[in-house]
C-alpha cells in the first residue's frame, strides 16, 4: 500500500470537511454543500461526458485505475543495476549462452526477454527494436490512464460551471422574493465547488501519480535495454556498472556500490 497516495487524500478531505463545519459554525453546516441536483449535474455530466471522449473499454479501464495509485511501483533500480553486473560477470566467464540459466531465476518478463533475444543471437539493433517497441507500448498503456484522469479533471469544473448557470438562470427567473436569493445563489455555486473538488482532490493527483509510476517503469526498463545491450557487447563489467550508475541519483549510487561490491567479493 502506497501511504503518501491514501494519506494524500484522506487528508485532503478532512480539511476541507474542517473548514466547512468551522465557517459554518457546526456540523450542520456540512449540509449547506449537499444538493442533488447539483451533484447529478456536476458528477454524472462529468463522467459522462468523458465517456462520450473513449471507448467503453478505456472508460471501464481508466475507472479502475485509481486503485493502481495505492499501489507502489515494485523497482528497485539500485538492485536492478546489481543484477545486471551480476549477470554480466556471468556471460563474461561462461559466454551469453550460460545467460538462458540465468534468466529462469529472474521475475522480471521483460529483462527475461531481453536476455532470452541474446542467448538466441538476435541482432543487437534487433533487440533494441523489440525491446523498445514494448516500451513504447507499455508507455502508451499508461498514458491511456492517465489520460481519462486528466479528461475527468477537465469535464469537472467544465460541468460544475454549467450547474451554476443553470442555477442562476433559475434564480433569476423568480426575483420577486428577496429573501430567497441568497439561498438560491449558494446552490447555483455549490456545482462549481463540486467541480473544483471532483478536479483538485481526486482526478488530477490521480493522473499525476500514474504519470510519475509510468515514468519510473519506464526509467527502469531503459536501464535494463542499456545494460543488456552492453551485456551482448562484451563490454567490462565495470564499465556497464558506471555506465547504468550514470542513470541514478548521486545518494543512490552509494547503496547501489556497496551491493555490486558485496557480489564481486562474494
Known sequence: ???????GLLICIVLVVFGMINSAGGIAGIFYFLDAASALITFG????????SCSMTNFIGGLKSITLIF???NVNIPEMI???IEL???????GLLSLEEAAGNLDDDFMKKGIMLIVDGTDPELVRGILETELNSIDERHKTKSGFWDTLAAMGPA??????????VCMLQNMSDVSTLGPKMGVAL????????L?????????NKLQYNNSVEISAKEIMIEGLLSIQAGENPRVIEEKLKSFLAPNERTGSEEAAGGEANG
Not at 500500500?1 to 494519506?7: P, V
Not at 455530466?45 to 468523458?50: E, L, M, Q, V
Not at 460541468?159 to 442562476?168: C, E, F, K, P, S
Open 159 to 168: 460541468w460544475g460551471m454549467i450547474g451554476t448557470l443553470v442555477g442562476l
Open 71 to 73: 499501489k507502489p511501483v
Open 190 to 197: 455549490i456545482t462549481t465547488f463540486y467541480g473544483s473538488v
Open 199 to 207: 478536479a483538485n482532490w481526486i482526478c488530477t493527483p490521480c493522473s
Open 45 to 52: 455530466g462529468a463522467i459522462f461526458a468523458t465517456m462520450a
Open 82 to 84: 546489481t543484477k545486471i
Open 88 to 94: 554480466s560477470n556471468i556471460a563474461r566467464k561462461e
Open 1 to 7: 500500500m502506497d501511504l503518501a497516495s491514501l494519506l
